[in-house]
């Protein structure tokens, strides 16, 4: 069977509590994954941990550093395109063309997703049962360990009203955990991604749909995270109302 390299884009602000041990379980899972950890000039230290981190870790994590807060759409835009500029060297003649990457995965830094689920979302990305797969914490209910019930019902009808809004028939539109062929990323990218925050995630998912390529869903288990402060704030809510409006909008009216 040919090899599949995996990229894992991890976005950091102030996770020095969880990233070292999230990037050891990740290692532990397959050889073929690879860490890019995008750090937003966390004032932990969360970098210095990962750099150490890097002098041992045999080529298979990255970081990308960059000069503040900057967001969590952005934070993926720098990861993805940080991923497609590796490019794929054979037989020292470096192949322009192609990513070194095959899969992209997006992961929370806080273990709130369990990083034993990208060998499952992995499985269908590499037999071509899907070009999209959404860890979902609502296809087989509610799945969700230790969130407040007013945190839960602002994901499950932010979900529901996103799926409304775009006709994506995808339970867990906000979902962050997601993993990729490398073919939507670069397609995606091509079309621009407009969104910085809670939307990001709706809008890559809408976009894929747009795109025709195939989405699938598979459960989950979220677990809140038990080290660290949530970077959740109310200013998600107008953009998911309002933008996705927009998109939606947008979409109808101009071809994407």
Same mark, same amino acid.
């Given at each position: 069977?040919?090899?599949?390299? /995996?990229?894992? #884009?991890?976005?950091?602000? $102030?996770?020095?509590?969880? @990233? %070292?041990?999230? &990037?050891?379980?990740? *290692?532990?899972?397959?050889?073929?994954?690879?860490?890019?950890?995008?750090?937003?000039?966390?004032?932990?230290?969360?970098?210095?941990?990962?750099?150490?981190?890097?002098?041992?870790?045999?080529?298979?994590?990255?970081?990308?550093?960059?000069?503040?807060?900057?967001?969590?759409?952005?934070?993926?835009?720098?990861?993805?395109?940080?991923?497609?500029?590796?490019?794929?060297? /054979?037989?020292? #003649?470096?192949?322009?063309? $192609?990513?070194?990457?095959? @899969? %992209?995965?997006? &992961?929370?830094?806080? *273990?709130?997703?369990?990083?034993?689920?990208?060998?499952?979302?992995?499985?269908?990305?590499?037999?071509?049962?899907?070009?999209?797969?959404?860890?979902?914490?609502?296809?087989?209910?509610?799945?969700?360990?230790?969130?407040?019930?007013?945190?839960?019902?602002?994901?499950?009808?932010?979900?529901?009203?996103?799926?409304?809004?775009?006709?994506?028939?995808?339970?867990?539109?906000?979902?962050?955990?997601?993993?990729?062929?490398?073919?939507?990323?670069?397609? %995606?990218?091509?079309?621009?991604?407009? *969104?910085?925050?809670?939307?990001?995630?709706?809008?890559?998912?809408?976009?894929?749909?747009?795109?025709?390529?195939?989405?699938?869903?598979?459960?989950?288990?979220?677990?809140?995270?038990?080290?660290?402060?949530?970077?959740?704030?109310?200013?998600?809510?107008?953009?998911?109302?309002?933008?996705?409006?927009?998109?939606?909008?947008?979409?109808?009216?101009?071809?994407?």
């Amino acid at each position: 069977m040919p090899i599949i390299r /995996s990229l894992v #884009i991890i976005p950091t602000y $102030n996770e020095s509590e969880n @990233i %070292i041990d999230l &990037i050891n379980e990740i *290692f532990l899972l397959d050889d073929n994954l690879h860490i890019l950890v995008v750090d937003d000039n966390s004032k932990d230290k969360t970098s210095n941990l990962v750099e150490e981190k890097i002098k041992v870790s045999n080529n298979r994590l990255f970081i990308l550093k960059r000069k503040s807060k900057l967001g969590l759409g952005s934070a993926y835009s720098d990861g993805f395109k940080w991923a497609l500029s590796q490019n794929l060297i /054979s037989n020292g #003649i470096t192949l322009n063309q $192609n990513s070194k990457y095959e @899969i %992209i995965f997006t &992961i929370d830094a806080d *273990f709130s997703h369990n990083p034993r689920d990208l060998l499952r979302m992995k499985v269908f990305l590499a037999k071509d049962a899907a070009d999209v797969v959404i860890g979902s914490r609502y296809i087989t209910g509610v799945n969700v360990i230790n969130w407040p019930i007013q945190r839960v019902l602002l994901s499950y009808f932010g979900s529901l009203y996103a799926r409304i809004v775009t006709r994506v028939p995808i339970m867990d539109l906000t979902s962050g955990f997601v993993g990729y062929k490398i073919s939507v990323i670069r397609n %995606i990218l091509k079309k621009g991604i407009e *969104f910085n925050g809670y939307a990001f995630q709706i809008e890559m998912k809408f976009k894929a749909h747009l795109l025709g390529y195939n989405l699938y869903e598979i459960p989950i288990i979220f677990t809140d995270r038990v080290k660290g402060n949530s970077k959740m704030n109310k200013s998600i809510i107008p953009e998911a109302i309002f933008g996705i409006l927009k998109m939606k909008f947008k979409s109808i009216f101009f071809k994407i």
